[in-house]
């Protein structure tokens, strides 16, 4: 599978930012897939995901104010970030993998896109 992102640029405090992450060749159903974010100095932390059987999860940092969304007969995925702050300020990744049982994280995800850049400033 290959991963595309787009959508990532400055803003300011508060502002709104879309991205989308365009999935083609052997996309699987049972995929989960979902975004990460790194800030320069900083590990690749986990920002939002699908699970197999569409359930989300968010991380706290993020919870309210990123919401995680897809269109599945585009093979796309999305975040809409709302209300950004500072400390959103990073590279931000899309990744599919099989995720069985649950298992999920930067070790395990096999599948990385090339990432879009998210600035923050005030």
């Known amino acids: 599978v290959q991963l595309v992102e787009s959508g990532g640029g400055s803003v300011q405090t508060g502002g709104s930012l879309r991205l989308s992450c365009a999935a083609s060749?052997?996309?699987?159903?049972?995929?989960?897939m979902g975004w990460f974010r790194q800030s320069p100095g900083k590990e690749r932390e986990e920002v939002a995901k699908?699970?197999?059987?569409?359930?989300?999860s968010y991380a706290s940092s993020i919870k309210g104010r990123f919401t995680i969304s897809q269109e599945k007969a585009k093979n796309t995925l999305y975040l809409q970030m709302n209300n950004l702050e500072l400390e959103d300020t990073a590279m931000y990744y899309c990744?599919?993998?099989?995720?069985?049982?649950?298992?999920?994280?930067?070790?395990?995800?096999?599948?990385w896109g090339q990432g879009t850049q998210v600035t923050v400033s005030s």
């Open positions: 699908f699970d197999i059987d569409g359930t989300i």
């Open positions: 060749g052997q996309v699987y159903d049972n995929y989960c």
């Open positions: 990744a599919a993998d099989f995720c069985p049982l649950g298992a999920w994280g930067v070790a395990l995800i096999a599948n």
